[in-house]
């Protein structure tokens, strides 16, 4: 990687289109050059502003607050622990292998290996595999010099892989020349008269309208995702709203399925984040649908990494043939170095051949692979991949469309796709913006979002699965107009044991705490001590009747901050590596926990200031996410003067009063 470089903010036809301290971006987009001209400033503007902040975190912060804030380990020792798919794993230790201090890096995560100086001198790059208390393995394309000698330290990097690929994406998108783009391209700018109407029009593949002609009896739907899949079927342009629990993916990979068997193709389905791939790649698997899985393997699901490219190329029939030459040409090169003059001349030119032989045969597998796949399956970025050449995908679909900005769901578009399914839900998390001024220009929100703003109707799934009929209350009248039906009973989802509810009939409860919250180290982060201790013996209560094991329990709080104090303290309680106490127990921030379930959820809010300030807590998409989660079980943890400052959460407070759930009694533990 080098030296950190900042990129400009490019040169955009109008300056003023994208204010860094606020304002909108608009809906419907008459002149092209303009849509161009604002997304390429905003990825600009987001790839600059982080190269920044890593630079400003080398260079300005001490190695205490570094380690504070998780985002770099130091005196590491390193040491080869085998290959994963070809590639070398290092495991990073402790000096004496004492516990690693608390981190953010996870596993697919991008991280900066270097002595000391990352921001001067040669660093290499690498990917995280796995963590636990006392090491990091990380896989690396090739082992790094010297890694058995000194002392290391890590870094998170940034993904410089990601802004090139929408940069060419938006280029493509706009191009009146080449093959790519997508005839949907006015249609998406929302510049066409009646667009709902237009959305619906039965696209045109091959110069044919396709219409359905599966029965939909014979899939396991519910009416509204039978009404979705029917409209993913039919129409060019369709949105799917999936609430929480409403089973968003379910439907997506029955739309897959019925593409499939339809025999259309060739088809992509993508989403933004490698754990919403492998739920469509699992969900396709199941469904007997052959599914190949592009991108790492290290980014993998482990019981999904047979289904993805490397996997399947390594047990492909012809691959023993690659194999022998790669033999040959190992061969060629030790022995080169011992020949002279026209000898050593034709030795090379027999090495460039075999070389040239070898990457043509295994172009030759790999496109067979992709060929016979019913559907490929990858991150919106890693459509863009050069190993998917020139390849065009008139049928796809995103699962987690609200999660992926504009330019990044472009990336897929742009190989010709002609019928578009985009799956989501508008009314929880948005795209993760590094970049404040980028998140005030606009670059947080979703093409899904900004169609339905223009005028298109998306499809609602209604029917949840997921929560106790009490948990669906507040969410279904608050953030779905009083829409979500129930598909599990009370009875199905009883109170847990170990905690006195309010109400054994309606498991929910709000605990307030008087507690202060703190800024940490990291400078932007909260942590609220009193909270984190009333979490750690609630968790202890739950699990003390022995009908919910640590795996059923969800901690979930806003701030890194937080999480950081939680997971110090369950480690001095024991740990939660493989078996210790808490071994399975997860604590994660709200932006973290999206998608996911649990039994019960605890919820830390962390706030509690004299000015009601509660930050990002306002914004009413995290909150819906929190207390979405669990389906036997909410417990919140909160300053109810503090909270009361936002509309949402009074809201939320008003109901939690008024149904009697305040756990006055749990106050004190």
């Known amino acids: 990687m080098g030296k950190v470089h900042r990129m400009g903010p490019g040169t955009p036809s109008k300056p003023n289109l994208v204010p860094t301290t606020g304002g909108k971006l608009p809906a419907k987009w008459p002149r092209q050059q303009d849509h161009y001209s604002a997304f390429k400033k905003l990825i600009d503007i987001e790839l600059e502003d982080e190269l920044q902040q890593i630079e400003e975190r080398w260079k300005k912060w001490s190695h205490k607050r570094m380690r504070d804030a998780g985002q770099a380990l130091f005196n590491l020792v390193g040491r080869p622990n085998g290959h994963f798919f070809g590639e070398a794993i290092i495991s990073f230790t402790g000096k004496k292998g004492s516990d690693l201090p608390w981190h953010q890096f996870s596993h697919g995560d991008i991280v900066i290996l270097s002595r000391s100086k990352p921001w001067d ?83 045109k593949i091959n110069g044919k309208k396709k219409k359905s002609d599966v029965n939909l009896n014979s899939l ?74 592009l991108g790492k393997a290290i980014k993998v699901r482990d019981g999904l990494r047979a289904a993805t490219l490397d996997a399947i190329v390594e ?108 799956v989501g839900d508008h009314r929880q998390l948005p795209a993760t913006v590094i970049s404040l001024r980028a998140e005030r220009g606009g670059l947080g929100r979703s093409l899904f979002e900004r169609l339905i703003e223009a005028g298109i109707t998306p499809m609602m799934l209604q029917t949840q699965y997921r929560m106790h009929p009490v948990l669906k209350d507040f969410p279904s009248g608050r953030f779905y107009d009083g829409r979500l039906e129930d598909g599990v009973s009370a009875k199905e989802r009883p109170a847990p044991a170990g905690f006195i509810w309010p109400d054994w009939d309606a498991p929910v409860a709000f605990i307030p705490i008087e507690g202060v919250e703190q800024l940490d180290s990291e400078g932007t982060s909260k942590s609220n001590l009193d909270e984190a201790g ?44 493989v078996g210790e106490p808490y071994e399975g127990l997860e604590i994660k921030s709200v932006d973290g926990y999206q998608g996911r379930e649990k039994e019960v959820i605890i919820f830390s809010a962390v706030r509690a200031n004299e000015k009601g300030e509660i930050g990002f807590l306002s914004d ?37 009063q008024e149904k009697g759930l305040v756990a006055w009694h749990a106050v004190n533990g």
Not at 238 to 252: E, M, N, S, V
Not at 352 to 373: G, Q
Request: proline share 3%; with cysteine; net charge positive.
């Open 315 to 422: 047990s492909h029939p012809d691959r023993e043939e690659v194999n022998a030459l790669l033999a040959d040409a190992n061969e060629m090169s030790k022995g080169i170095s011992n020949l002279k003059g026209r000898e050593r001349g034709l030795a090379h030119r027999d090495l460039n051949m075999t070389w040239k032989e070898i990457r043509t045969l295994e172009t030759r597998i790999i496109d067979d692979v992709l060929d016979r796949a019913e559907v490929v399956c990858c991150t919106c970025i890693g459509a863009g991949h050069r190993i998917l050449g020139s390849r065009r995908f008139p049928y796809m679909l995103m699962d987690e469309a609200t999660q992926a900005t504009e330019p990044t769901s472009l990336v897929p578009l742009v190989r010709q796709v002609r019928q578009l399914v985009l």
């Open 534 to 577: 009333r979490v750690a013996t609630l968790v202890q209560e739950l699990l003390a009747p022995g009908d919910l094991t640590c795996r059923d329990i969800g901690i979930i709080t806003p701030y890194n901050g937080q999480v950081r104090v939680l997971s110090d303290i369950f480690e001095n309680m024991g740990g939660r590596s």
């Open 121 to 203: 001198e040669k660093v290499v790059e690498g990917i995280v595999l796995d963590r636990n208390r006392r090491r990091v393995r990380v896989v690396f394309p090739e082992k790094p010099e010297g890694i058995k000698k000194g002392m290391w330290r890590l870094d998170r990097g940034a993904n410089r892989v990601a802004h090139d690929r929408m940069c060419d994406a938006l280029e493509s998108f706009h191009s009146t020349e080449g093959d790519g783009g997508t005839v949907l391209h006015d249609l998406l700018l929302a510049n066409i008269h009646d667009l709902d109407h237009s959305s619906k029009m039965v696209s």
């Open 620 to 656: 009413r998409r995290r909150l819906n996410v929190a207390i979405t989660r669990a389906k036997r079980g909410l417990i919140v943890l909160g300053n109810m003067k503090t909270l009361r400052h936002d509309h949402t959460w009074a809201a939320w407070l008003d109901w939690v």
């Open 220 to 293: 396991i739907l519910n009416e509204s995702q039978k009404d979705a899949v029917k409209a993913g079927m039919e129409r060019r342009l369709t949105l799917i709203q999936g609430p929480p629990g409403t089973g968003k993916t379910h439907t997506a990979v029955q739309i897959l399925k019925v593409w499939a068997q339809q025999g259309n193709g060739p088809i992509i389905a993508v989403a933004d984040s490698n754990v919403a791939v492998d739920n469509l790649v699992e969900g396709l698997i199941e469904n007997g649908v052959n599914a190949v899985r």
